[in-house]
């Protein structure tokens, strides 16, 4: 088994190559602004992050003004809004220095400097299946990080109710044994729901891949999305499962918040990703919590991105000194500290994380997330390769139509046949 996981490990990072090429705060508190060439003191970095998530980077700002005596503004912005915020800021002519961006974006790409000297590092050992050069030889961007989608469970309520649980990726349950379970303990421990599951294409697209779909699928050429029959059918039961009793529909349909949900203590599981392995260990006091295996019904799957696509943008008189943040954040002694603070899986290869604290679920949890990378179809990448091929031949998905369109089929205006058809022809539309 293990020569198998390491097999298909390397198969995942290999085709996740494909897929690496708010409020304001300020991190430090000078106002210098630049003094054009080479001596800017003052460069904007913008992100999407919780603030558990994004705690290294302030570190990682206030020891870049010590060594360099340049500040970082920090602005984190709601991810919702993310990408539309970065292409007003390119018609603009105002984009940031240095972002974690989401994905790239056709309209601000030939504003991107080239990484390639940060990227291929003998020092770094950033792992070179993890980004791609351009037709030109560059490479744009550089991942943030490893992320994969997964589930949390209320151990506190499991208890309570005396259902056991899988510990172990390799023995992992189905999701209908998972429901079942997930019930048992809802109506023996008084709690309010089964399940809460966050609204976004990522997140169905795991659930679609776990019950042998192929979800929405670009083709070879990237000039066409399509969907197999599998892919109603499990979206079928994703929709039947939001009856405000297994799963609340006001986070599809209404912005109801997952995360505060299952911290109220009163769900019994979380469909979430690694990245609220940070959050959950420094705010979860009330009960106690755990990363569990993701159910596979047949397909072991799960969604896997780069948390961050990091780029720095050619603004002129600030280029040198973003230039030297990218820099800075990937030196191996910088990025393990970040990587630690902000719960990250790493890129760059031997460097030993020591994620922070004592909170023995965190510490399992991180390592169950490894696991669960290594176990993964490869078709679990296929969602991020999709965006990377979209990119590189100047197109891009601006706005996702996968989670209005299956909020409607929650809210029972269109049924799920007609849901999916939509999402391809919306999908197909922006690409034409």
Known sequence: MREFTTSRRSILLGSLAAAATGTALTACGSDDSGTGGGDAKKITFWLSASEAQ???YYD?????????????????VPYDGYQTKLRQAAQADSLPDVASAPSLDPIWTNKLQDLTAVATSATNKIDEKLYQKTDDGKILTIPSDITAAGLFINTTLFQKAGVAYPTDPASTWTWDEFLAAATQVRTAAGAQYDLVYDASPARIRAFLYEHGAKGFQLNEKGTEYSVDDDTTAALQKFVDLNDDVVMPKSVWTSGGDPNALFKSGQVVAYFSGVWQIADFAESITQFEWAAVPTPAQPTQATDINSGGKVVAFDNGDTKDAAMQFVEFLYDPANYTKVAAKN????????LEVAYPGTNQAALDGYALYQKEIELADPISTSGSDAGEKLTLAGKAITTDPTKDEVGKAINGQQTVAETVANIVKLLNEQIA
């Open 54 to 56: 994004a705690a290294g």
């Open 60 to 76: 990682l700002a206030d020891a870049f003004k010590a060594a360099k005596g340049i500040t970082v503004e920090i602005v984190n």
């Open 343 to 350: 719960g990250w899986l790493p890129v760059e290869n031997d």
